[in-house]
């Protein structure tokens, strides 16, 4: 039976044997036509770095079906936009790969080697490519491969008993489908179109997972996910892994869960109203800035240990075009992206004298549906924020009282500065 599941580390010392951190690393196989990108990314503090994939992930030309990959590396300096200029080149043939597995050892770079054989996808070449089939075989793997490392982290056991891990080509649908279960309106909410423009117009792609909590399912973005490759489907995986032991552990959670998908329905609502001089509805302001410090919360705890503990152990993950996991390879506390008021949105209105809570208000209804996710990821600093040493951070359910008051105030300062 033919290896399908591989894996390469090694590390980026320069000539006096220092690491090499603030470079970008291309791992690559060498073909005769067009050579495969397997992974791009930077090396962690140590010069370290790992990237795993499949089979797929260096076969992705027609009719090409090598067994094994031709290795080579390509080290770009960054400049200060985060632009690659490539000035180092390493080739590594007839590598065996015993159990699937290769360490390059310490790779020293220099300015003298430079490169000479990449062709075709070198750097961000993600648009037409299959880096894995996301087929049972391989979600058994990431399952294992995840699992426990989340549970470890977490300190919650069984996180993945009795969650099915289920596939889909249109997310979005299933997305839309939890949120109107969740509002108990009309199939077809009023300011969907909107949602899915932004993600459609966005370079940031799609989402690569869900959980649904209600019905205790995983689902996948299965044509996303296999353009992104097996390193980011584990990334993904264990994200939703810890939505479900946040679950399970703080049940109240789900009805929680539900209130803050009615008030970000409230608020695309608003946004897409007849009247644009209509001004913010007071169900609004007691709702919105809570679900939102909730959302916060959840989602940056599984941002935080997905980051932490996954992106910083699996480093060639850059190439993605998706907002969550395009966003692991930042380190931006609440992140400014508000790209206030997109086409079809009327801006918020609120009187001259309006309150602190209703300012914060008006910020979080002015953001498109991609800003208002990404400030939610942003929050993972304040979980790593207490992190000490390498130990994880546990969970607070009850952390969204004490960001209540710091999102406020964050908000406010932000609608006062548009």
Request: proline share 5%; glycine share 6%; charged share 25%.
């Amino acid at each position: 039976m033919k290896q399908r599941f591989f894996e390469v580390i090694g590390q980026l010392v320069d000539v006096a044997g220092n690491p090499m951190p603030d470079v970008l690393l291309s791992v690559l196989d060498s073909d005769d036509y067009s050579d495969d990108l397997i992974g791009v990314g930077t090396p962690n503090s140590d010069g370290r770095f790992c990237v795993s994939f499949t089979r797929e992930a260096f076969n992705q030309d027609w009719f090409e079906n090598e067994d094994l990959p031709d290795l080579y590396i390509v080290v770009s300096k960054l400049d200060d936009e985060g632009a690659p200029t490539a000035f180092f080149q390493k080739d590594f043939p007839d590598r065996t790969f015993e159990g699937g597995k290769e360490d390059l050892g310490k790779i020293v770079v220099t300015d003298d080697s430079p490169v000479t054989t990449a062709k075709g996808s070198v750097i961000y070449d993600f648009s037409n490519v299959r880096r894995v089939d996301v087929d049972d075989e391989v979600i058994a793997h990431v399952l294992a491969a995840v699992t426990e490392r989340v549970q470890a982290v977490t300190g919650w056991e069984d996180v993945a008993k009795g969650v099915p891990i289920k596939q889909t080509y249109e997310l979005l649908s299933v997305i839309q489908g939890i949120t109107a279960g969740a509002v108990g309106k009309e199939k077809e909410l009023p300011w969907w179109s909107e949602l899915h423009q932004r993600v459609q117009k966005s370079v940031l792609g799609g989402i690569a997972a869900v959980y649904d909590p209600f019905a205790r399912e995983v689902w996948l973005d299965h044509g996303l996910l296999g353009q992104a490759g097996l390193d980011i489907m584990k990334a993904s995986v264990a994200h939703e892994l810890v939505h479900a032991g946040q679950f399970d552990h703080y049940p109240d959670m789900v009805n929680t869960y539900r209130t803050s998908l009615v008030a970000h329905d409230l608020r695309m609502r608003y946004g897409v109203r007849k009247d644009p001089a209509e001004p913010i509805p007071e169900e609004l302001i007691q709702q919105l800035l809570p679900s939102f410090v909730f959302m916060c919360n959840l989602e940056g705890y599984a941002r935080y240990v997905e980051k932490q503990f996954f992106a910083r152990a699996h480093t060639c993950q850059r190439y993605v075009p998706q907002i969550r996991l395009g966003l692991i390879v930042g380190s931006a506390p609440v992140l400014s992206l508000a790209n206030l008021t997109s086409e079809t949105q009327h801006p918020p209105v609120v009187s001259a004298n309006a309150t602190e809570q209703e300012k914060a208000t008006a910020w979080l209804s002015a953001l498109d549906a991609l800003a208002y996710k990404a400030e939610q990821y942003g929050c993972d600093q304040w979980y790593s924020a207490r992190q000490k040493g390498d130990a994880p951070v546990p969970f607070s359910a009850t952390l969204g009282d004490e960001l209540l008051a710091k999102v406020t105030e964050y908000a406010a300062k932000q609608w006062d500065e548009r």
